[in-house]
């Protein structure tokens, strides 16, 4: 489904990305993980071309991404959703709005069928009553939710996240995460997370990447990542499980 | 040796503000380049420039209101006496009529309504850019650029000369009740002796360049809101230099304008 050759990416002489090589099949799920300013979310803003990398090969469904004109981009972004840290709702917009914003562009559904949509997408991520609510109404857990409602309406074959439970209680990362996996499941679709929250990747992850230095410097699946002798993920994960624990307590 | 890290400091950011200056030029023009290819391609998002307009209009109306009628009001005030002097107080709805309609009538309300809505557009798009509502719109396969920044200018071209010619008979009505303050004149004579000094051809080059002006307006509130960095400081910095910019810009192309009007007219 994603396959990513030599992704090279600098701001000014500051390598972020520096042959980043990696696969992802059809239906599973990856987890990235890094320390912060390694380029995780720079990597998935490359995938969609919200940033265009310096040089590298992204291949997603078949299509060479990099080499897409606009219009033919644009047609490989209806298939992709993407949970933004911040769910980045259109805070002028109610939900309503907000989940009908993709349907209104690219389908030509009756109004009827879009709100048919809109309540179904909404009873799965639990929040139908906030459905005329504006985003400024909305706690950071609701905003998560709607942003993964409004990103996978158009029921995407790739959803890519970036630190979908970030600035969330553990409790409701915890829900967000199963939800996560859920939509996954129901959906069939491919997904890539960005995390920091290791409860979160337990719960997602078929497999996992570590970044470091640019490169894609671990892979595995979370116990072998999390029991591994290597100095840094040792020094890595311990971090993330004082964090968690810390959270939880 | 302290003078000279002072001159050098001082060289140094005398060249960034060149070098900013002419990026935001080079900018505002493709900015131009882009709405304009853009502008005439479907979708024409009805809906949004509607909503635009309306809250455009609805906005900048009472604030319009007020000055315009006070503007009026004082412009007539002063006046009067100067006319006195020469005993030809009766030309003075028809001079107050005129300096209205052909220039302080659109610069006043296009003044405000840069000062009302430049900043607001930048504010709200600035936000938009740092809480990545512009990168979803993006990544959904939607324009942003056509569906943020053309809406928006498309709107603030047409809602200001309608603002306009309100302002023009919202500023005649305060002229006329200073007016009336000082002289015994009925509606009628005053009525009369404006629409008998200003003619249709005083109207139409000052509502004219309030398209421009608010072409102006809503295009510098898109770009300085649109390429907004650095979070909430740079919202605010998009805000008030939106503000600033737009105000200037208007009275450079009012001066250019009224130049051309008059090459191209000379007896206007």
Same mark, same amino acid.
Request: net charge neutral; aromatic share 10%; hydrophobic share 45%.
């Given at each position: 489904?994603?396959?990513?050759?030599?992704?090279?990416?600098?701001?000014?002489?500051?390598?972020?990305?520096?042959?980043?090589?990696?696969?992802?099949?059809?239906?599973?799920?990856?987890?990235?993980?890094?320390?912060?300013?390694?380029?995780?979310?720079?990597?998935?803003?490359?995938?969609?071309?919200?940033?265009?990398?310096?040089?590298?090969?992204?291949?997603?469904?078949?299509?060479?991404?990099?080499?897409?004109?606009?219009?033919?981009?644009?047609?490989?972004?209806?298939?992709?959703?993407?949970?933004?840290?911040?769910?980045?709702?259109?805070?002028?917009?109610?939900?309503?709005? *907000?989940?009908?914003?993709?349907?209104?562009?690219?389908?030509?559904?009756?109004?009827?069928?879009?709100?048919?949509?809109?309540?179904?997408?909404?009873?799965?991520?639990?929040?139908?009553?906030?459905?005329?609510?504006?985003?400024?109404?909305?706690?950071?857990?609701?905003?998560?939710?709607?942003?993964?409602?409004?990103?996978?309406?158009?029921?995407?074959?790739?959803?890519?996240?970036?630190?979908?439970?970030?600035?969330?209680?553990?409790?409701?990362?915890?829900?967000?995460?199963?939800?996560?996996?859920?939509?996954?499941?129901?959906? *069939?679709?491919?997904?890539?997370?960005?995390?920091?929250?290791?409860?979160?990747?337990?719960?997602?992850?078929?497999?996992?990447?570590?970044?470091?230095?640019?490169?894609?410097?671990?892979?595995?699946?979370?116990?072998?990542?999390?029991?591994?002798?290597?100095?840094?993920?040792?020094?890595?994960?311990?971090?993330?499980?004082? *964090?968690?624990?810390?959270?939880?307590? | 040796?302290?003078?000279?890290?002072?001159?050098?400091?001082?060289?140094?950011?005398?060249?960034?503000?060149?070098?900013?200056?002419?990026?935001?030029?080079?900018?505002? #023009?493709?900015?131009?380049?882009?709405?304009?290819?853009?502008?005439?391609?479907?979708?024409?998002?009805?809906?949004?420039?509607?909503?635009?307009?309306?809250?455009?209009?609805?906005? =900048?109306?009472?604030?319009?209101?007020?000055?315009?009628?006070?503007?009026?009001?004082?412009?007539?005030?002063?006046?009067?006496?100067?006319?006195?002097?020469?005993?030809?107080?009766?030309?003075?709805?028809?001079?107050?009529?005129?300096?209205?309609?052909?220039?302080?009538?659109?610069?006043?309300?296009?003044?405000?309504?840069?000062?009302?809505?430049?900043?607001?557009?930048?504010?709200?798009?600035?936000?938009?850019?740092?809480?990545?509502?512009?990168?979803?719109?993006?990544?959904?396969?939607?324009?942003?650029?056509?569906?943020?920044?053309?809406?928006?200018?498309?709107?603030?071209?047409?809602?200001?000369?309608?603002?306009?010619?309100?302002?023009?008979?919202?500023?005649?009505?305060?002229?006329?009740?200073?007016?009336?303050?000082?002289?015994?004149? =009925?509606?009628?004579?005053? =009525?009369?002796?404006?629409?008998?000094?200003?003619?249709?051809?005083?109207?139409?080059?000052?509502?004219?360049?309030?398209?421009?002006?608010?072409?102006?307006?809503?295009?510098?509130?898109?770009?300085?809101?649109?390429?907004?960095?650095?979070?909430?400081?740079?919202?605010?910095?998009?805000?008030?230099?939106?503000?600033?910019?737009?105000?200037?810009?208007?009275?450079?192309?009012?001066?250019?304008?009224?130049?051309?009007?008059? #090459?191209? #007219?000379?007896?206007?």
């Amino acid at each position: 489904m994603v396959e990513i050759y030599n992704l090279k990416k600098a701001f000014n002489s500051n390598i972020v990305l520096d042959d980043v090589s990696l696969k992802v099949d059809k239906g599973e799920n990856l987890v990235v993980f890094g320390r912060s300013g390694t380029g995780k979310s720079v990597l998935l803003k490359c995938m969609v071309r919200l940033m265009e990398p310096d040089s590298g090969k992204i291949i997603i469904d078949d299509k060479d991404v990099l080499s897409l004109d606009l219009k033919e981009l644009n047609n490989l972004r209806k298939q992709i959703g993407f949970l933004f840290q911040s769910a980045a709702l259109y805070d002028s917009m109610s939900v309503r709005q *907000n989940l009908e914003f993709p349907l209104i562009r690219h389908f030509n559904f009756t109004p009827e069928e879009r709100e048919q949509k809109i309540i179904k997408v909404l009873e799965k991520v639990s929040l139908l009553e906030a459905i005329d609510k504006m985003p400024s109404e909305l706690s950071g857990g609701m905003k998560k939710r709607i942003g993964l409602a409004r990103s996978i309406i158009t029921e995407p074959k790739l959803m890519l996240y970036d630190e979908p439970t970030t600035g969330l209680d553990p409790i409701t990362s915890k829900e967000i995460s199963y939800l996560i996996l859920e939509l996954q499941k129901s959906l *069939n679709m491919t997904s890539v997370v960005v995390t920091h929250d290791l409860l979160c990747a337990e719960i997602i992850a078929d497999r996992a990447i570590v970044l470091n230095n640019g490169r894609v410097q671990y892979e595995g699946s979370i116990p072998e990542l999390t029991s591994s002798n290597d100095p840094f993920l040792k020094n890595f994960f311990s971090h993330e499980f004082i *964090n968690e624990n810390k959270q939880v307590n | 040796m302290n003078n000279k890290t002072s001159s050098s400091a001082y060289l140094n950011s005398i060249e960034n503000r060149l070098n900013e200056f002419f990026i935001m030029i080079a900018g505002l #023009w493709t900015f131009s380049v882009q709405f304009f290819r853009y502008v005439f391609v479907p979708p024409y998002e009805i809906y949004e420039i509607r909503k635009h307009m309306n809250e455009l209009g609805i906005k =900048t109306l009472p604030i319009v209101s007020v000055t315009g009628f006070i503007i009026g009001l004082v412009l007539a005030m002063q006046t009067q006496p100067v006319l006195a002097r020469f005993g030809a107080e009766a030309y003075l709805p028809g001079s107050v009529g005129i300096s209205i309609v052909r220039e302080l009538g659109p610069v006043i309300t296009a003044l405000i309504f840069a000062g009302r809505v430049s900043s607001g557009i930048g504010a709200e798009l600035g936000s938009m850019r740092v809480t990545e509502q512009i990168d979803a719109m993006e990544v959904s396969a939607v324009d942003p650029f056509k569906f943020l920044v053309v809406t928006r200018i498309f709107a603030c071209t047409f809602i200001l000369p309608i603002l306009t010619i309100y302002v023009i008979f919202i500023a005649l009505a305060g002229a006329y009740i200073a007016v009336v303050l000082v002289q015994n004149m =009925t509606i009628e004579y005053y =009525t009369n002796a404006v629409l008998y000094s200003v003619e249709f051809g005083d109207a139409i080059p000052g509502v004219a360049k309030t398209f421009v002006f608010g072409y102006i307006v809503g295009l510098v509130g898109s770009y300085k809101g649109y390429t907004a960095t650095n979070g909430t400081e740079g919202v605010g910095r998009a805000s008030t230099t939106a503000v600033v910019v737009s105000s200037l810009m208007i009275l450079i192309f009012d001066m250019i304008l009224v130049k051309i009007t008059l #090459w191209l #007219w000379p007896t206007f």
